[in-house]
């Protein structure tokens, strides 16, 4: 769900559950503020005590509900806090993940390039050298063959001419065995060349399907990458939303507290009440900490709230004026 819904849902949900509470309870503190200053500091007759006595029960009962449904709201919001923050945590971690392998890939894919290049190089000298070799291997074959023939003449010529026939056969058979052996070194040198020709032509051709390989997975990584950055920045971006609701629950929830506790005071003391005189203290304190609505522009922000309010500021003087006179006649009487 989208998060800007998500604040809206939270919103509607306090202004249709707590706030309304709130509202009665409110209305019932203007009920009694307003029997006190009607009664003033005179002694209360039953009816007054009874009405006042069930105003309070209704100020504190709908406070009490008030907070609860505050509670509930903000217990959930913390919830789905810790969800997301969960969720963040998993998100920046992937994309470590990815950032991680996307930089051993492309390690890898220029390594491998680096090689390859090296490959080639030793390939392209390398088949050089093979040609050198088979043309000196041919020109070993010739000469070998030259001497074949010469020795094959002075052994023919042994026979007519053994002087001249019998040296002539040996020199020219110490000549071919010389050239046979640089026939056989030669074609060493040729047989090494082509296999390591060979090897590295293998390891070019695996190097070669490595590569494409590797830049698909580099290429899918970048894309998985760039997305996981857009998740990871929407949902830094929901926590600070959703954070700052949360500052303004927490601030809201504190405030029903607290007006809660100062009508639980209220009804405490109007257990026993013969007068109005202990109750007025109490009663401006509850008064006054209604005034104090936080986020106003937010989620209190309804008409009736602020009508009560504006009630309240109008009510307040003259519960102070009460107080005010009862300490005049306690300083008369001293």
Known sequence: ?????????????????????????????????????????RDLTDTDISKFQEEVKIANREAQES????????????????????????????????????????????SLEMERELIQDRLQTAKASLRQAEDSLREAKAKAGEKQTGRDVGIGLSFLLPCVGIPMAVAFEKERRSRKSEVDIASDDRSTLKSNITKDEE??????????????????????????KVAEQSLKERRVELAQLQSRMRNCCQYLSTFQGKM????????????????????????LQAQQVPDTEQLFNQIQVHRLIGDLKAMLPKIKNLLLSEDGNDDYMK
Do not use: W
């Open 67 to 110: 907070v609860k449904c505050a509670d509930e709201l903000g217990a959930l919001i913390d919830g789905n806090s810790e969800k997301l923050t969960a969720e963040y945590g998993q998100v920046t971690s992937r994309r470590k993940e990815l950032a991680s392998s996307l930089q051993t890939n492309q390690n890898k894919l220029r």
């Open 203 to 228: 390891q070019l051709n695996q190097i070669n399907s490595q590569v494409p390989e590797l830049y698909n997975e580099i290429n899918e990584a970048n894309e998985s990458l760039e997305e996981n």
């Open 264 to 287: 639980s005071a209220l009804k405490v003391q109007s257990q026993h009440m013969y007068n109005m005189s202990p109750l007025l203290p109490f009663l401006e304190e509850a008064g």
């Open 1 to 41: 769900m989208n998060q800007e819904l998500d604040n809206e849902k939270y919103g509607r949900s306090f202004t249709e559950t707590a706030v309304p509470l709130f509202v009665k309870s409110v209305s019932s503190l203007l009920i009694l503020l307003k029997i006190a200053v009607q009664v003033g500091v």
